[in-house]
């Protein structure tokens, strides 16, 4: 029998797959181990595939070839791919907001039922950072402007980003003299494929370079944009009771997930899901309600501005199937893995794909529009009501019980929390209660354990009175390990836990999902304006424990180029070059003001991580 504690440190995890085991049904984990050894050329980043004169590869120990066939060497290789993987993830978060600004100019339009205003307070602030007429404006009107301004801040016909000047302006400085401030969201992107093509950027600096304002583009740009209009849309979260682990979902209840990312499609979704005409007719199908339950960030989403419970991270996705309780799964985009149909073949579950951008094996493509979104919604989840009567008894398996949590901790609510300023946190770095404050975030990759890099080292963190703030899956796992209730101040160090005490908050606070961190990065510029410092300056860090993504890297290169010290749990395919390796883990210091080191095992991560905010304390002379 095999030992599943070795591969997840999550009870319900280990429980399902022992059932999947049972049920024949194949996992991520067996597929990751078929893949064994991994290729040494590619894990070194030192393959290349950009063109038809190769594919070609380095030979990292000297005997063979050190040059593909157009001459680049190891360095130019390493950096071209970086700098795609850079492309594709600022890529992906940058389109998802481009999907939310287009709802937001159909519901200016008008054409959007379904959706309103969520927040005018928060369409009126962003009217401001873009310099808008706001006086006698109504709402929509407002929209369509701002919905116009932020179109054009994916073009190319300005010198920088609007939403960029966010940053504090020793940051803005910074950029500016590097040649790094990013200029349109799609032109970086795009300049980024061109430097890469054969024949173009081979100065493995610049093109590192290029990959840090890309990112940017990504940050400040793009994923900004989609936390920002997805709160003018739904709401600014508030913090929220919920609950989280398989234990979610419901014996008695028909059983809806939505997996992915965009709140888009997920939000007409919760509309739905409480018309009282579907829920009469669960009850007529003999179900106790309709129970919405989230994966991966779009659950982040839901959870954060409605306490929609969430069923797991990343590497939980097939497992949720493999519970037999599951009438239906509705998928938008990102991290959806492309054998969760076949894994549904199994049991009744039907899979629904949402979006023209995104088709799945196995899965039933009904496309989303704002114009019928709701209509739409409402099919759906009358079909997965309906699905209700197929499911079998026998095969449902509900082992564990959900775990209690709060998310919602958006900027604002942090700041309300703090009395409406960011004093009272300042001054309890300054005292020395709070010695800093971590980003956790990112993934799982069957490279970690599962969730162990991400509680563990958020555990050893909040010991030492660092503050956490977290976001994706990462953010799920610390949920399920029970790390935000306000209880959970009782494993913090005596400093955290009074100020959380006092504030009645968590140690960890979950900030949302991936573009959400973009928070992180309101929230760092807002401390640093505070304190009158750069970013750089402040006891802050970042962590990425179990990254797969390429959504990730551009994350942990736009938090690095913020000037905030990052350590990654897993490998990123550089070591190819070591020129590469010194530039992001040294050399970046003196240029950009911090770095990224690498760490797999969490406890020597926290010391890392500890080190790093105990010297910025003392540069700043917090603990003279
Ligand atoms: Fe080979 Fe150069 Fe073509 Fe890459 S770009 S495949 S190294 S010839
Ligand atoms: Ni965001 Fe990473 Fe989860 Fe996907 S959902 S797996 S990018 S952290
Ligand atoms: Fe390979």
Same mark, same amino acid.
């Given at each position: 029998?095999?030992?599943?504690?070795?591969?997840?440190?999550?009870?319900?995890?280990?429980?399902?797959?022992?059932?999947?085991?049972?049920?024949?049904?194949?996992?991520?984990?067996?597929?990751?181990?078929?893949?064994?050894?991994?290729?040494?050329?590619?894990?070194?980043?030192?393959?290349?595939?950009?063109?038809?004169?190769?594919?070609?590869?380095?030979?990292?120990?000297?005997?063979?070839?050190?040059?593909?066939?157009?001459?680049?060497?190891?360095?130019?290789?390493?950096?071209?791919?970086?700098?795609?993987?850079?492309?594709?993830?600022?890529?992906?978060?940058?389109?998802?907001?481009?999907?939310?600004?287009?709802?937001?100019?159909?519901?200016?339009?008008?054409?959007?039922?379904?959706?309103?205003?969520?927040?005018?307070?928060?369409?009126?602030?962003?009217?401001?950072?873009?310099?808008?007429?706001?006086?006698?404006?109504?709402?929509?009107?407002?929209?369509?402007?701002?919905?116009?301004?932020?179109?054009?801040?994916?073009?190319?016909?300005?010198?920088? *980003?609007?939403?960029?000047?966010?940053?504090?302006?020793?940051?803005?400085?910074?950029?500016?003299?590097?040649?790094?401030?990013?200029?349109?969201?799609?032109?970086?992107?795009?300049?980024?494929?061109?430097?890469?093509?054969?024949?173009?950027?081979?100065?493995?600096?610049?093109?590192?370079?290029?990959?840090?304002?890309?990112?940017?583009?990504?940050?400040?740009?793009?994923?900004?944009?989609?936390?920002?209009?997805?709160?003018? *849309?739904?709401?600014?979260?508030?913090?929220?009771?919920?609950?989280?682990?398989?234990?979610?979902?419901?014996?008695?209840?028909?059983?809806?997930?939505?997996?992915?990312?965009?709140?888009?499609?997920?939000?007409?979704?919760?509309? %739905?899901?409480?018309?009282?005409?579907?829920?009469?007719?669960?009850?007529?199908?003999?179900?106790?309600?309709?129970?919405?339950?989230?994966?991966?960030?779009?659950?982040?989403?839901?959870?954060?501005?409605?306490?929609?419970?969430? %069923?797991?991270?990343?590497?939980?996705?097939?497992?949720?199937?493999?519970?037999?309780?599951?009438?239906?799964?509705?998928?938008?985009?990102?991290?959806?893995?492309?054998?969760?149909?076949?894994?549904?073949?199994?049991?009744?579950?039907?899979?629904?794909?949402?979006?023209?951008?995104?088709?799945?094996?196995?899965?039933?493509?009904?496309?989303?529009?704002?114009?019928?979104?709701?209509?739409? %919604?409402?099919?759906?989840?009358?079909?997965?009501?309906?699905?209700?009567?197929?499911?079998?008894?026998?095969?449902?398996?509900?082992?564990?019980?959900?775990?209690?949590?709060?998310?919602?901790?958006?900027?604002?609510?942090?700041?309300?929390?703090?009395?409406?300023?960011?004093?009272?946190?300042?001054?309890?770095?300054?005292?020395?209660?709070?010695?800093?404050?971590?980003?956790?975030?990112?993934?799982?990759?069957?490279?970690?354990?599962?969730?162990?890099?991400?509680?563990?080292?958020?555990?050893?963190?909040?010991?030492?009175?660092?503050?956490?703030?977290?976001?994706?899956?990462?953010?799920?796992?610390?949920?399920?390990?029970?790390?935000?209730?306000?209880?959970?101040?009782?494993?913090?160090?005596?400093?955290?836990?009074?100020?959380?005490?006092?504030?009645?908050?968590?140690?960890?606070?979950?900030?949302?999902?991936?573009?959400?961190?973009?928070?992180?990065?309101?929230?760092?510029?807002?401390? %640093?304006?505070?304190?009158?410092?750069?970013?750089?300056?402040?006891?802050?860090?970042?962590?990425?424990?179990?990254?797969?993504?390429?959504?990730?890297?551009?994350?942990?290169?736009?938090?690095?180029?913020?000037?905030?010290?990052?350590?990654?749990?897993?490998?990123?395919?550089?070591?190819?070059?070591?020129?590469?390796?010194?530039?992001?883990?040294?050399?970046?210091?003196?240029?950009?003001?911090?770095?990224?080191?690498?760490?797999?095992?969490?406890?020597?991560?926290?010391?890392?991580?500890?080190?790093?905010?105990?010297?910025?304390?003392?540069?700043?002379?917090?603990?003279?």
């Amino acid at each position: 029998k095999k030992d599943f504690s070795k591969l997840t440190t999550t009870k319900d995890g280990q429980l399902l797959l022992e059932k999947a085991a049972h049920d024949q049904v194949e996992t991520v984990w067996e597929r990751f181990e078929a893949q064994q050894p991994h290729c040494g050329f590619c894990e070194m980043g030192l393959s290349c595939r950009i063109c038809a004169m190769g594919p070609c590869r380095i030979d990292p120990f000297g005997e063979g070839p050190s040059r593909g066939a157009c001459g680049a060497d190891a360095d130019i290789i390493v950096a071209r791919n970086l700098g795609r993987m850079v492309a594709a993830g600022a890529a992906a978060h940058s389109d998802h907001g481009r999907d939310l600004v287009e709802v937001l100019a159909k519901v200016a339009q008008g054409k959007a039922p379904g959706y309103k205003i969520g927040s005018p307070e928060k369409l009126r602030t962003l009217a401001g950072v873009y310099g808008l007429e706001i006086e006698g404006k109504s709402d929509t009107e407002l929209a369509a402007d701002l919905a116009h301004a932020m179109e054009e801040e994916y073009g190319t016909r300005q010198e920088r *980003l609007t939403m960029v000047n966010r940053a504090p302006d020793p940051r803005l400085e910074l950029w500016e003299k590097l040649g790094v401030m990013p200029r349109g969201v799609d032109r970086e992107t795009s300049e980024m494929m061109h430097r890469t093509h054969m024949g173009v950027d081979n100065d493995w600096v610049r093109l590192c370079l290029h990959g840090v304002r890309n990112a940017l583009s990504d940050g400040w740009g793009g994923s900004l944009i989609a936390t920002e209009v997805s709160d003018i *849309l739904f709401g600014v979260p508030k913090p929220t009771k919920s609950q989280v682990n398989l234990g979610v979902l419901k014996e008695d209840q028909v059983n809806i997930i939505v997996h992915g990312h965009n709140p888009v499609v997920s939000e007409t979704i919760t509309l %739905a899901a409480s018309d009282p005409d579907l829920l009469a007719l669960a009850e007529q199908k003999g179900a106790k309600g309709i129970n919405l339950v989230g994966l991966c960030c779009t659950g982040n989403e839901l959870l954060m501005r409605h306490g929609i419970p969430m %069923a797991g991270n990343h590497l939980m996705s097939e497992l949720t199937l493999v519970t037999g309780a599951v009438e239906m799964m509705i998928v938008d985009y990102q991290c959806i893995m492309p054998s969760l149909g076949s894994v549904a073949t199994c049991y009744h579950t039907k899979m629904i794909s949402t979006s023209d951008k995104a088709g799945f094996p196995q899965m039933e493509h009904r496309e989303f529009h704002p114009e019928i979104a709701l209509d739409l %919604a409402r099919e759906l989840v009358k079909e997965a009501v309906e699905n209700y009567e197929l499911r079998n008894p026998d095969k449902v398996y509900l082992p564990v019980e959900p775990v209690e949590m709060y998310g919602g901790f958006s900027v604002e609510a942090i700041l309300e929390a703090l009395g409406g300023t960011p004093t009272p946190l300042i001054e309890a770095i300054k005292a020395g209660k709070i010695r800093g404050a971590v980003g956790v975030v990112g993934c799982n990759n069957p490279k970690i354990k599962h969730d162990l890099g991400h509680v563990e080292l958020t555990k050893r963190l909040i010991e030492n009175d660092i503050l956490v703030l977290d976001t994706g899956c990462a953010a799920v796992a610390n949920a399920k390990a029970g790390l935000k209730l306000p209880e959970a101040a009782e494993l913090a160090g005596p400093g955290l836990k009074e100020i959380c005490q006092a504030l009645g908050i968590p140690p960890v606070l979950h900030v949302g999902s991936c573009v959400d961190n973009s928070r992180i990065l309101v929230l760092a510029g807002a401390l %640093a304006d505070a304190l009158g410092v750069d970013i750089s300056a402040l006891p802050l860090a970042g962590a990425a424990p179990e990254w797969y993504s390429e959504k990730a890297v551009s994350i942990g290169v736009y938090f690095v180029a913020s000037g905030v010290y990052t350590v990654l749990g897993v490998m990123p395919p550089i070591t190819g070059s070591m020129n590469v390796v010194g530039l992001l883990t040294k050399g970046l210091d003196d240029v950009i003001g911090a770095t990224f080191d690498v760490e797999p095992d969490p406890d020597k991560a926290a010391l890392l991580i500890r080190a790093h905010i105990e010297k910025k304390r003392k540069e700043l002379g917090l603990d003279a």
